[in-house]
């Protein structure tokens, strides 16, 4: 932290520079990538109307010292041979970095998920051949134990129950054993 007056005022009228550069950078690179989106659509008529604005915002950016002065006139230089080169007829794909970027991350997205979706298939094919596999073993199996087993024969009779005694009649309830 400064402690001088200047230091500190020094530090706030960078950062508020620093925040109309980044400005100043951020409408250029945009200018830019409008431009090269039209170049990469190929769409001519676009690109001549967006070449104009572009160029303006390098100069602009170049006058303001946001970016070196060579470094503009390198700029304008390869946005106008891109739109010479789409006026006659080459194939040309003008693509920034960051959609580079996120194109290559796209794809390897995809094949991802596409390898993903093979092992889930392969998987599923030899669950598959793994229960076909078990299918006719357990036929075999449960034919032989769902071969019928002859019933047993139950019997009309009550069953007797051997914890009581039968009842006679020549004993009396009283419980000594006498003969009436």
């Not at 580079?100 to 669950?127: D, S, V």
């Amino acid at each position: 932290m400064p402690n001088i007056k200047s230091a500190e005022k020094r530090v706030s009228v960078s950062a508020t520079k620093k925040l109309q550069n980044q400005m100043i950078r951020s409408q250029m690179q945009t200018a830019v990538r409008k431009f090269n989106a039209a170049i990469a659509e190929g769409d001519v008529e676009t690109a001549k109307r967006l070449l104009p604005v572009a160029s303006s915002k390098i100069d602009n950016a170049a006058v303001k010292n946001v970016i070196h002065k060579n470094a503009a006139n390198r700029k304008k230089a390869q946005i106008a041979k891109a739109l010479s080169q789409l006026e006659r007829g080459i194939v040309v794909v003008k693509v920034d970095a960051k959609t580079l970027k996120q194109a290559e991350q796209k794809a390897a997205a995809q094949r991802k998920a596409e390898e993903a979706e093979a092992i889930k298939a392969q998987r599923n094919e030899a669950k598959k051949a793994k229960e076909a596999a078990k299918a006719p073993a357990s036929k075999k199996s449960s034919s032989k134990v769902s071969a019928p087993k002859a019933p047993k024969e139950k019997s009309d009779a009550p069953k007797k129950r051997s914890s009581k005694k039968p009842k006679d009649d020549t004993t009396s309830g009283d419980g000594d054993g006498e003969v009436k």
